[in-house]
């Protein structure tokens, strides 16, 4: 199976081939269609299958044929965060110079907000964040979430958001703790599982200098000059993302790392 089988764009299957990426992961092939066709989906999947692209790419489709205008991603702690966003800009290169040479109205474009409970909440409590529009929430690992003892902050955080809305779940394994919470965001979701004994494998096949191309590249990717000011400023303030900070181009769809900020 390759990426163009599960219905992603030319576009985006051309950043992927960039990087070398041969063919999906488990979670990749089992995700991906499903995330395109809006169905609200919970996977269990170990950490290091591939599972944060499983998300991203069908994401950045769904940003580009403009069905979703408004998506949250919540995780764990600010290294995941990083992650997400250096995926979201790698992958979005060709989403990038179409839209540069649009001339759309910007304000038409999508919004996309990562970030940790803890600091979603201040972002949101403060007035700089509205997620009440929200059409798509990705939570990303809601176990991990748990262990960082921030399930009551993502409570608080779903209690914002419309009933209306795609729900995208992973967990990299059950857990009772999680169970109240998971019946409040998910309806009648697609249950995808990874099984443990495959994750060699899925490691193997998500090409593992996929991560060290893409810091390779952070210097030479493309990076809008419409910022958030006020976003930088809550990054600055609360030391957030290990004192690296990011630009956050929310209404362009993406997050962009600023190499030049330490």
């Known amino acids: ?13 051309k950043a992927i081939d960039e990087l070398g990426i041969k063919e999906p992961t488990t979670v990749q092939a089992d995700v991906i269609p499903s995330i395109l066709e809006g169905k609200d989906v919970f996977t269990i999947a170990p950490q290091g ?31 995941n965060s990083v992650t997400v966003s250096d995926q979201l800009a790698i992958f979005n290169r060709y989403h990038i110079e179409d839209e540069n040479a649009s001339d759309e109205d910007i304000s038409s474009e999508a919004n996309v907000i990562i970030g940790s409970p803890d600091l979603l909440l ?29 399930l009551d ?30 019946e409040k965001i998910l309806k009648a979701p697609e249950e995808i599982k990874v099984d443990k004994n495959k994750e060699q494998e899925a490691q193997k096949s998500a090409c593992p200098d996929a991560d060290k191309q893409i810091i390779k590249n952070n210097h030479s990717r493309q990076i809008f000059s419409i910022q958030d000011e006020e976003a930088l400023k809550i990054i600055k303030k609360t030391n957030a993302f290990d004192g690296r900070v990011p630009k956050f181009i929310l209404i362009k769809g993406i997050l962009a790392e600023d190499n030049n900020s330490k």
């Open 122 to 150: 201040d972002v949101i409590e403060s007035g700089r964040a509205n997620i009440s529009s929200t059409n798509i929430l990705v939570v990303d690992d809601i176990n991990l979430i748990k262990k960082n003892k921030q």
């Open 1 to 13: 199976m390759n990426f163009k089988d599960l219905g992603l764009s030319d576009k985006t299957i």
């Open 49 to 79: 299958c591939g599972k944060t692209m499983s998300y991203v790419l069908p994401l950045l489709d769904i940003i580009s044929n403009k069905k979703a205008q408004n998506i949250l991603i919540v995780t764990p702690n600010s290294n």
């Open 153 to 182: 902050n993502l409570e608080k955080i779903l209690e914002m958001l419309p009933a209306e809305k795609q729900n995208i779940v992973y967990t990299n394994r059950r857990s009772k703790e999680t169970q109240s919470v998971l």
